[in-house]
């Protein structure tokens, strides 16, 4: 964020509070950033415990006053946060703003619906700020290589997607009037999240073919989803690859007519000949 | 398709008809297709629904009636299909005209053979006209990108998937022998039934070797089947990653100093500048 | 072979027989080479059905028979292979020596030793055969391609193979520790299965964690399995990319120092300076 | 380790001792070495047969007193490696030294708490020691490129594991709330335990979801597993591709015709035949 985005002059103290509760670059930003992963992992931990109902009634009541001492430490943060902020309503509807606010929610409202604790495991997203304490612009910038090549490769990812969806479609049908429901094929949703199972071979079990005729399609289907794990790794690779070894091209535009594109090693542009 | 190969000045209607069924450039085309591709998902949702026994009459009569309502729209586009093409039975014998009149069929068949409607979910295969709506060009250029790099690895992904099925075959009479009926491993197709679902790592369970000879020979063949995924991926891998990095160069000699290495698209020699 | 290793001077029924007999290149050769596949095809299809116990005892009896004629059939074509070559124990010795033998004495050996028959599935791996049929010179560079990729990978494949299995050992001990025999745990080596089974994400669910930090374990183990998949898939891919992009390096010897390894565009020898 | 780090003037019997306990250049290190191997190799065996109770009383026996021979090899070798070092405290605390004294020590701790002999199978750390025999240094060489790659990649590797983390503890408290106790989902963790099953397609089939919005669920948690393998795959895939294609290029630029991207290894330039 520059100077210009958040003016000093107007407040100092938010300047100062800003640089603290959403920097990583001071001590005291490094520090309050350390301090808010630890407790975040602490109240999922809590949160996630919670819902054991074999724990002795002892720890779970101290589970309880430990939820409410973290909910009430992440409504603080949250005040923090609107405060330091030029434009609270901008922060609260950004991502981070609506999962911090989601973050506490819960506990509020579980004094009126019980049971609503568990939605607490959504403090689980916070932990992303975790990539700012670690070299903040390293991981980020490891984290934007991996979108871009992800979003390079939608396309093709897309076609991927779509082929597995219409093949477990298919091959689900087909297994409903081959198997029945007396090997618990029970319908064609139910042969269709069999056949999802199946091919991307998780295989629970809880269902399984019956029939020669089943197992030979399944067997069809298995063979299929081993291989085509194949088609969006090399994908993937590939465009990873091609952005790794990207040839050099040089960032110089032509003095004559002003095109870009030359390579490193080019003296004169391709373009119109001028010399570069 | 060029205006050649569909001439307007035979039937004006035709060719228009033909703009909105078949083509997505033109704003009613599109309107049309996006019509379609919704109408397709809602009746292969509406077909595997209709297999669900535990939902109430009232919702299975309604899915009845949705069902002959989808049949009747499909019936018509197959129709409007056929007067639109200047050659009906080129369409009707192509890919799309046979799964286009099978996505009807059976709604009509299962007037004669109750349970027919089961093949209706066929219609998923219709769902790749979705393909034609987003940036049809680019993501069919895509989609063929993934075909010629499988093509290409042909040759490769047969020796693997020969290896794979000889594998599974030796494998499975190892264990009919070593485990026999009292296991589960009633035969050899048994047997290899169930070594095809350890080597793709699916392992349902409802077959798992009991013996400590068996055992051992299961963990081989999982170690197997874990390692040698290794290979086609690196295949296909290896053959996406050199389609996408072959940057196009022209094999064009420079006339003033002969170098060669130039760009495709260069029009100038980047070496000393000479126009090409 | 070269005319060298095969003087038809010595038999030219020889020659002849040899051609037809181990060769695809002319069309009675490769007659003889498909109709073998289809044979054996139908023999593996046949030796596997035969342990099917539920089959009526007339099909039974026929596969019998049919079993004898494939073995038949097998032992002339044994025969005319030793005839055909000048040193029939070079053949007999070779890989595909031993498996044409193995493919035919487990009938033989049935009439001694009932249940042998069940070996008859070794006959898969004369299928092998069917590569030389289909485009022999291009399948074969391609399964030594493969080969050739493997092989310089060997070293880390022995790596990843050496950590996977002391893995696999160390937490099956603790597992055994931690679970006992309660939960199916009932030896070490039993517990190492398991973790083979969990690693490699087959996941029979016959022995799974009851404990909590059984479970705690075992998710670490899966984790650890399902990423480890990255690295020899990341080592093969690489191995086969160097390959395939290997750059243009010139034959061309220098004419002054003798060296070889220069680059395509180079013109004076980078060991001494000569001209190219 | 050079002469400097062992001066032989000290003490020559300590140098010859330290040749064949911790070298494999001279044949009797490398005959220590292999005889070593196949002790390490007996007693991982050893210890773990020993766990398995169906075996008959006088073979479990032979184990216990295998166990102690094996246990006072191991314990002599670890005398003369302590022996044989100018440092033994040095050896004492690296990581080999730790090993190879948690190799003996659970056999005499078994003296005072029985059970602890399953602990012996953490001799299996001790394999590693065979990287050292064969080809000690072309291995070591590959383990390092792995290590490197992996090094490289761990920013990605974090970005990976932290989203599967989240999405497992995401899915996890979702498929509680839906599924519920009466499914097998007794609790946050478990389901989280449910969900890193699923999610890594290993499958157990110990829980699976019941309702039809739980299938729904993990259904996708599946295809995001099944996709997900991707990235890391084609990250690391990356990584190892881009080391094994950087051929060494020099910097320096050629002082006659200053043109630069010669290999490290050139003595003149390729382009005007100057002296580097």
């Known amino acids: 964020m520059t100077e210009q985005a958040r003016p000093t ?57 430990a939820e409410w001492i973290f909910t009430a430490l992440f409504t603080i943060e949250y005040g923090l946060r609107l405060l330091s902020v030029q434009r609270p309503l901008r922060y609260a509807t950004s991502f981070f703003g609506v999962v911090d606010l989601l973050a506490v929610l819960p506990t509020y409202l579980s004094l009126l619906f019980p049971g609503s604790q ?25 984290a934007q290589a991996l979108r871009r090549a992800l979003l390079q490769s939608r396309a093709k990812i897309t ?38 199972v199946t091919m991307t071979t998780v295989g629970y079990g809880d269902i399984s073919p019956g029939t020669a005729a089943g197992k030979l399609l399944a067997s069809l289907l298995m063979v299929l989803g081993y291989s085509l794990i194949i088609v969006p ?18 960032t110089q535009a032509c003095p004559s007519c002003s095109r870009e594109g030359h390579d490193a090693d080019a003296r004169h542009c391709k373009w119109c000949g001028a010399a570069l």
């Open 9 to 65: 002059s107007a407040a100092p103290w938010r300047a100062r509070l800003h640089e603290i509760v959403f920097e990583a670059d001071t001590p005291e930003g490094r520090a309050f950033d350390v301090t808010l992963v630890v407790l975040i992992l602490a109240a999922v931990v809590t949160a996630m415990l919670e819902s054991v109902r074999s724990l002795p009634a002892a720890v779970h009541d101290g589970l309880v006053v």
């Open 118 to 142: 568990s939605l607490l495991v959504i403090r689980a997203l916070r932990l992303l700020r975790i990539f700012r304490i670690l070299k903040l612009a390293h991981f980020l910038s490891e």
């Open 233 to 250: 790794t090399g994908i993937v690779s590939a465009e990873m690859a091609q952005q790794a070894m990207r040839r050099p091209i040089s």
């Open 159 to 196: 076609v991927f997607l779509a082929t597995v969806l219409i093949a477990v479609t298919i091959v689900g049908a087909a297994m409903y009037l081959i198997e029945g429901p007396e090997h618990g094929f029970t319908s064609v949703p139910m042969a269709t999240y069999w056949a999802i």
